[in-house]
C-alpha cells in the first residue's frame, strides 16, 4: 500500500535558523511529490513539486526540495525561516499508475519564535 | 494557480439536516476531488471524478455523495447530517497530462451538532 511519513508532528526553529522538514514514502510506482502548505483556516497551497529531472526542486517562498530514491525522501528545506512561514506543511505522493491520486501525509506544524 | 471557490466557508447545523457543499473551479480542469481533513490528520480522498457525469469514491468511506453534471462544479450532498460528519472538507482540481498538479479551495469546515 501506498503510504507517507512526516516523523515530526510538530517542530519550532527560531525566526531567522534553517529548517529542514521530512517525508518519507512507500510507493510500488515512480511517484510524483509535492509539498503543500496550510494556514489556519485556509486550503492548501503548492510550494513546490517534482514528476522528473533534476532531484532538487525549487519553490515559492524560499523554499526548496531534495528527491532522493535511493531514501524513498522528499525533504523540504528553507536557509532562514520567517515569522510568516509559521503554518502545517504536507508531504503528498501520487503516481499514474494510481490514477495520480495523491497519498498525504499526516503533516508538520511548524512554529517559529522570535 | 488555479481558482477554485468553496461555499459556505463554515457552516454549523442540526443533527439530520440535507447540506450541499459548493466547489467551483474556473480553470477547465477536467479533474475534481473531494478530501475529508479532520484536525491534526492527513487529508483522506472521500470522491473524486475525472469529467462530467464521472465519480468514484475514493480511498476513506463516506456517507456523502458528489456529482458532476458540469465540468466547473462538483458539489457534494449529505443527506441527513450527524456530529460523526463534523470534519473540514476540501476541494481540489487538476488537468489531465503529465503535470497533474492539484490545486485546492479554501475549504468548508462543518460542525454538526
Known amino acids: 500500500a501506498q503510504s507517507v511519513t512526516q516523523p515530526d508532528i510538530h517542530i519550532t526553529v527560531s525566526e531567522g535558523a534553517s529548517l529542514e522538514l521530512r517525508c518519507n514514502y512507500s510507493?510500488?510506482?515512480?511517484?510524483?511529490l509535492f509539498w503543500y502548505v496550510q494556514s489556519p483556516g485556509q486550503g492548501l497551497q503548492l510550494l513546490l513539486k517534482?514528476?522528473?529531472?533534476?532531484?532538487l526542486v525549487q519553490g515559492i517562498k524560499g523554499f526548496e526540495a531534495e528527491f532522493k530514491r535511493s531514501q524513498s525522501s522528499f525533504n523540504l528545506r528553507k536557509p532562514s525561516v520567517h515569522w510568516s512561514d509559521a503554518a502545517e506543511y504536507f508531504c503528498?505522493?501520487?503516481?499514474?499508475?494510481?490514477?495520480?491520486?495523491?497519498?498525504f501525509g499526516a503533516g508538520t506544524i511548524l512554529r517559529v519564535k522570535s | 494557480e488555479a481558482d477554485i471557490y468553496q461555499t459556505p466557508r463554515y457552516l454549523v447545523i442540526g443533527t439530520g439536516k440535507k447540506i450541499t457543499l459548493e466547489c467551483s473551479q474556473t480553470?477547465?480542469?477536467?479533474?475534481m476531488y473531494w478530501y475529508q481533513q479532520d484536525p491534526g490528520m492527513e487529508l483522506h480522498l472521500i470522491h473524486y471524478?475525472?469529467?462530467?457525469?464521472?465519480?468514484e469514491k475514493g480511498d476513506l468511506s463516506s456517507e456523502s455523495t458528489v456529482s458532476r453534471i458540469r465540468t466547473e462544479h462538483f458539489p457534494l450532498t449529505l443527506e441527513s447530517a450527524r456530529p460523526s460528519h463534523t470534519s473540514q472538507y476540501l476541494c481540489?482540481?487538476?488537468?489531465?497530462?503529465?503535470?497533474?498538479?492539484?490545486?485546492f479551495g479554501p475549504g468548508t469546515r462543518l460542525l454538526v451538532l
Open positions: 481540489a482540481s487538476s488537468s489531465s497530462g503529465s503535470s497533474e498538479t492539484q490545486y
Open positions: 510507493y510500488g510506482a515512480t511517484p510524483y
Open positions: 517534482y514528476f522528473s529531472g533534476d532531484t
Open positions: 503528498a505522493v501520487g503516481a499514474r499508475e494510481y490514477g495520480n491520486k495523491l497519498v
Open positions: 480553470m477547465g480542469h477536467d479533474k
Open positions: 471524478s475525472y469529467g462530467v457525469n464521472s465519480t
